[in-house]
């Protein structure tokens, strides 16, 4: 596979992989983890989100994370080049982000009606307003900003979503000068044919958009689909160890790609990602007996392939 552009694996277990989980994850663990991670050369980690922890009592903790951090009261170090990320959905998130000085932060659209109101009390044209207004106010702040379309490529409650839904959305986003933007598989529904199609028709609106790709694995087609992202163009990829993960506002939630399984993918074709797939593997081992349960990546079980293409 011919990749013209670098490719940067953003990490999401520790959001997107736990969020969906009833055992609660102590902090200390999550801490463990999340220095994993960073010994396994990832760049870009996403380490929960400011949401209502009576809703999502595993998120509860996403404060207090970024306090310790910033108070240098972990045992390890963050290097400078590794950037944590976390989701917001409304203004009181916003601001908890901001003051626990957040690398970047993520918010983001659903394209389903159905999706959006179940995700956020809000339709779609709310949500968008809202969220620009948001966006618009962190890089106000001097924040980085990746906002993104969720159910970009189908939604499990109203089937196909219209092309021309996510685009809409995508043109907002671009008339406020927002320009690093993520497309969500939140169903699982994608096929990469039109992944390929949507993401390129995306970057004829403005070439010089920063796209990421985030892709469930419901269907089986995840990697695929992480394949055809980058022949498209997309730089990031989000991932989950051991292939955590699931929305839990939609109607099938499924994890997302495992990152070891993508990490191995991309060694395979002969691209490096400099990034160390036996610790991934012992992380997502670690992770299997924490919660006394198979994950649904491949990898971690069957072991790595070391001879590339």
Not at 34 to 53: A, D, H, M, R, T
Not at 73 to 85: R, Y
Not at 253 to 272: M, P, Q, W, Y
Not at 278 to 305: C, R
Request: net charge neutral.
């Amino acid at each position: 596979m011919q990749v013209n552009q670098t490719l940067i694996i953003h990490e999401v277990g520790l959001r997107d992989g736990l969020q969906s989980e009833t055992q609660i994850v102590p902090i200390d663990i999550k801490l463990k983890w999340l220095e994993n991670l960073i010994n396994s050369g990832i760049k870009f980690i996403q380490v929960g989100s400011f949401v209502n922890p009576k809703v999502l009592p595993q998120m509860a903790d996403t404060d207090e994370i970024f306090n310790r951090i910033n108070n240098n009261q972990i045992n390890f170090a963050i290097p400078e080049d590794v950037t944590l990320t976390a989701l917001v959905l409304n203004e009181k998130g916003l601001e908890r982000a901001i003051n626990s000085k957040v690398g970047k932060i993520l918010m983001g659209v659903s394209a389903s009606e159905t999706h959006s109101y179940k995700n956020t009390r809000m339709t779609v044209s709310e949500a968008t307003t809202r969220i620009i207004e948001m966006a618009m106010l962190a890089i106000k702040e001097g924040f980085e900003v990746q906002v993104s379309v969720q159910s970009a490529f189908g939604c499990g409650y109203e089937g196909k979503v219209p092309k021309e839904k996510v685009i809409a959305i995508i043109r907002q986003y671009l008339a406020a000068n927002i320009k690093n933007i993520s497309l969500a598989d939140t169903a699982g529904h994608a096929n990469p044919t039109y992944v390929k199609e949507l993401f390129k028709e995306i970057y004829q609106l403005d070439p010089t958009l920063t796209l990421a790709c985030h892709f469930h694995n419901t269907y089986g087609l995840g990697l695929l689909n992480v394949q055809s992202a980058i022949q498209a163009g997309v730089k990031y990829i989000e991932t989950s160890f051991g292939g955590l993960g699931g929305c839990p506002f939609t109607k099938v939630a499924a994890g997302n790609v495992a990152t070891e399984d993508v990490v191995h993918f991309l060694k395979r074709e002969g691209i490096d990602t400099t990034i160390n797939i036996l610790n991934l593997i012992e992380l997502s081992k670690s992770v299997s007996n924490f919660f006394q349960k198979e994950l649904p990546g491949f990898i971690y079980k069957t072991g790595p392939i070391f001879w590339q293409k």
